[in-house]
């Protein structure tokens, strides 16, 4: 219904804003569950995804006021019921954080499983693996994920994740900082929004050690009192539209970003011949000369984020040479792919590993979002072709991405929103 529609082939001028990280502020706002006063969090990105997250704590009883367009107050005193309303929970994956930040409140949560992006298995056995760990009991039946601490609350202990985990990291984290006991999390993931996670909790008063290493420690304590938070910018919004940059051409200053966490998209686009200038809450991206062929295997971080697999694909449709792109972390992640092909992209997929064949000139054509990531690669993709490109379920693009037509738009890009007739019709009789 509603579409993107862009015109291609124009360079890019200006400055782009980051807003705050979607992965972050996903696992902070479950977090307030577990404080026991108002929570102040700043720097709330404004997508889909809070939306959704927000009515769930309102849902269960939570008082959350809008402060202004990128703050809310959260107070959860009052929050005293346990199972989160189905048919909101499986709008986004995120939902899955309710089920850690439940039993450390409450010692019991009952969550459905997640919804969000489907692109292969993406199992949460290590996050039960954690919570059987610290003494719950986890059964999965009637369409929802029960969980229960045998003894009333958790109980700390040691957990090997088998995989590298990101949200089994920071749902065990949730589930641990009220606990009895200490939490010790071997094979922890790295990412900056796990370390935002735990500077938050640290910030309400919690005691834990060792976020941003692959051991963190989680010292239980009585409780959490409120404050405030303000939420780290997103690095795969900033990296979107640094590859944004790099496909159409021009030069853009893309501030509110830490550009350390930066680092590991920077030194990809450097090698493909963009040129890249850090500066202290900024970068410059500029791309004057062609884009030249790379190899890049996505890994957990500080390697090269997975959520970036789908726009840097995008890029290497259109780099001189033939580029491999290996997936590392997820099963499936290349279903985006015929979409490209509808434009005249070459990519040759064999399980985990895509073959691109860069081409001189991508063509527009009617294409659609199947995922997050996968709609912002579009977009990149219409971005660099000649001719008109329209993108079609752009609801999975808003999920993540706050106000995208608005920022590419700004400096100097060609692409509206358009509704269909039906869609205005129906507008107007609701």
């Known amino acids: 219904m509603t579409k993107y529609v862009i015109h291609g082939g124009k360079p890019l001028f200006g400055e782009i804003e980051i ?152 749902n065990i984290m949730l589930a641990a900082v009220l606990a009895e006991g200490m939490t010790i999390i071997e094979n922890a993931a790295k990412e900056p929004h796990v370390v935002d996670l735990a500077n938050f909790l640290n910030s309400m008063g919690a005691d834990i050690m060792g976020a941003g290493t692959d051991v963190i420690k989680i010292r239980g304590v009585a409780r959490l009192t409120g404050g405030t938070y303000s939420i780290i910018p997103d690095q795969i ?62 890994l957990p971080y500080p390697g090269f984020p997975t959520d970036m697999q789908p726009q840097i694909a995008a890029i290497l449709c259109i780099a001189a040479g033939t580029s491999v792109l290996t997936e590392g972390v997820w099963d499936n992640r290349y279903r985006y792919v015929d979409e490209f092909r509808r434009m005249g992209a070459q990519v040759q997929v064999d399980g985990k590993i895509a073959v691109i064949e860069g081409v001189k000139q991508l063509t527009g054509a009617r294409i659609r979002a199947c995922d997050l990531r996968a709609g912002a690669a579009m977009v990149i993709a219409g971005l660099a072709a000649h001719g008109v490109t329209e993108i079609g379920c752009v609801h999975h693009i808003e999920r993540g991405y706050e106000d995208i037509v608005r920022k590419l738009s700004g400096v100097g890009a060609d692409v509206r929103v358009v509704v269909t007739p039906d869609e205005e019709k129906q507008a107007q009789v609701g």
Do not use: W
């Open 19 to 170: 807003s705050g990280a979607k992965n972050a502020a996903v696992a902070i706002i479950p977090a307030a569950l577990l404080v026991d006063g108002v929570c102040r969090i700043e720097n709330i990105p404004q997508i889909s995804d809070v939306t959704s997250i927000l009515n769930i704590l309102q849902e269960l009883g939570a008082d959350v006021r809008t402060v202004n367009r990128t703050t809310v107050d959260v107070d959860c005193s009052h929050v005293r019921n346990a199972k989160v309303p189905e048919e909101l929970a499986r709008k986004i994956r995120a939902s899955y954080y309710l089920i850690g930040a439940l039993l450390g409140r409450f010692g019991c949560a009952e969550v459905p499983p997640p919804g969000g992006c489907d692109f292969g298995g993406r199992p949460i056995d290590q996050h039960i693996k954690g919570f059987v760990a610290m003494g719950a009991d986890v059964e999965v039946g009637g369409g929802y994920i029960h969980a229960k601490a045998k003894s009333g609350r958790m109980q700390g202990t040691q957990v090997y994740l088998d995989i590298v985990s990101v949200g089994a990291t920071m």
């Open 237 to 298: 919004e900033a990296g979107t539209y640094m590859a944004a940059v790099a496909a159409a051409g021009g030069e853009v200053l893309i501030r509110n970003v830490i550009p350390k966490h930066l680092e590991c998209i920077t030194a990809k686009l450097l090698e493909m011949g963009v040129e890249v200038e850090e500066r202290d809450d900024a970068v410059l991206v500029r791309r004057c000369a062609p884009l030249t062929r790379t190899n890049i295997k996505t």
